[in-house]
């Protein structure tokens, strides 16, 4: 199996597609891991080299000890980039890897070509809605969130026509670890990019879900208010755009990276 070396741990990845093409990384939402990105996977590879990794804590990638920070998170992806030899990539996160999308964008802008958000904000909810969340999930596992997460993730229609997808990502949300998924909650409850947002320079492409209850579409315009240059999407979907409508978040998507 593929892992890249951090330095707190190993990070597991999987690729796809010929590695002469752009580079295209993708970064998980908290509960879920790389296999969130399926679709874009099988849409996408011909045209990109597809780079889809478990954000620490998750799937297969270590769950290194105590809390951690939006600078961890980021920091695993250089790894990453460094371990597969990627000079210039084009990134893609959504929601916590949204966030750190922009942590990229600001503190590690030389290593991107062009930067995709999804279903974020610069900060995401309450510090202290956040701790609690890490502290119900150590107490009492990942079953304490995985039965209202379909809400959260997606809107009523899908859940009601998708039964099989939203069960398979709730099981995989059950599997986690509820170490690592606490650990990025806290990284979560202080992580807060609003005020670096007018550094960024990169070119970004904000995308908001018209049906999120989670980052709304002023989160998604805010980031654009505020960097310059930046592009807004949005997409009648929730929370979890890219696997409510997935032919909707390719074509944007790719238009965006390859335009």
């Known amino acids: 199996m593929p892992y890249c070396q951090t330095k707190d741990g190993q990070i597991f990845y999987q690729t796809f597609g010929n590695k002469s093409n752009p580079a295209l990384i993708f970064s998980n939402s908290l509960g879920t891991d790389h296999t969130m990105w399926q679709p874009q996977v099988d849409a996408l590879q011909d045209k990109f080299f597809i780079v889809a990794y478990d954000t620490r804590g998750h799937g297969k990638s270590d769950v290194p000890k105590g809390s951690y920070t939006i600078n961890d998170l980021g920091g695993d992806v250089i790894a990453l980039l460094n371990e597969l030899s990627i000079q210039k990539a084009n990134f893609c996160g959504i929601s916590m890897g949204g966030l750190t999308g922009l942590w990229l964008a600001i503190h590690q802008p030389g290593h991107f070509d062009k930067i995709i958000v999804s279903n974020t904000a610069a900060k995401i909810g309450q510090e202290s809605a956040w701790q609690d969340r890490a502290k119900l999930v150590l107490e009492h596992g990942l079953e304490s969130v995985a039965s209202s997460a379909p809400s959260r993730w997606f809107s009523e229609s899908f859940v009601a026509r998708n039964g099989d997808t939203v069960d398979r990502l709730i099981k ?19 992580a807060d990019v609003r005020d670096e947002l007018k550094e960024i320079k990169l070119p970004i492409l904000s995308i908001g ?31 979890i755009a890219n696997i409510e409508r997935p032919d909707d978040f390719n074509k944007i998507i790719e238009g965006f990276v390859s335009g």
């Open 172 to 190: 995989n949300l059950s599997n986690q670890s509820a170490e690592g998924y606490s650990a990025c909650c806290q990284a979560l409850a202080i």
């Open 209 to 239: 879900g018209e049906l999120d209850p989670v980052t709304t579409v002023s989160d998604a315009q805010y980031i654009v208010d505020n960097v310059s240059g930046a592009i807004l999407a949005t997409i009648q979907a929730s929370h």
